[in-house]
């Protein structure tokens, strides 16, 4: 192996190995569709609250409008990924018990044959 190859596999092996980030005893990091439905949330907050500070001056509402688009935000994109999630999956199975069928069908007909 060149050392290019062994720098590849010693990374690999290095990102299995971080440490694991636990949330009510699960690691987040293996949670599907987590990731992304919190930064949106974070930088809509973000966006909502510097935006309405800009137009308002009142720090108060500002903090507010930041949090609930912040809640608001990551709810609907957990449930909305969550739900392709779910629909994909659906989908995979289907397609490997389609694909699962036709190759058990296609050993069939070739034992017939021969």
Known sequence: MSNMDNAIVQNLDEEDESKAVMLFGR???KIP????SMLSGIYSGLAAGLGTFMFTS??????????GSYMGVTTVYWCYCRYNYTMEKYEMQNLKSII???SINASEKD???V
Do not use: G, M, T
């Open 111 to 113: 034992k017939e044959s």
């Open 100 to 102: 699962r069928h036709k």
């Open 33 to 36: 569709c987590f990731k992304r």
């Open 27 to 29: 690691d987040i990091r």
């Open 58 to 67: 009142r720090a108060n509402l500002s903090v507010n409008v930041a949090l």
